[in-house]
Nanobody, 116 residues
């Protein structure tokens, strides 16, 4: 299984970014997929989850600002992040699998920095 995350960068507060996670080596459509993040000096935390069937769910801190989506034809997971805040600064990781929580497979992470 390979997960390649991209789309991170430097953005001003209030700005937007879209993260992508391209997957290979899995049957994408039957996998649950999620985003986690880890800020400096903090533990990795849950951000958003797209189960293989059912509705997405979000951490309270990003609800209404972030949207998780998936394109099964492209084997790609997305995280649209709007109205970014300084506290969203972190390394973002995609997480994929069919069981357990967190799932078994992790991407390499992409840095998001929100700063003026």
């Amino acid at each position: 299984v390979q997960l390649q995350a991209s789309g991170g960068g430097l953005v001003q507060p209030g700005g937007s970014l879209r993260l992508s996670c391209a997957a290979s080596g899995i049957t994408f459509s039957i996998n649950g997929m999620a985003w986690f993040r880890q800020a400096p000096g903090k533990q990795r935390e849950f951000v958003a989850h797209s189960p293989s069937g059912g509705s997405a769910n979000y951490a309270d801190s990003v609800k209404g600002r972030f949207t998780i989506s998936r394109d099964n034809a492209k084997n790609t997971l997305y995280l649209q992040m709007n109205n970014l805040k300084r506290e969203d600064t972190a390394v973002y990781y995609c997480n994929v699998g069919v069981s357990g929580w967190p799932y078994d497979h992790w991407g390499q992470g992409t840095q998001v920095t929100v700063s003026s």
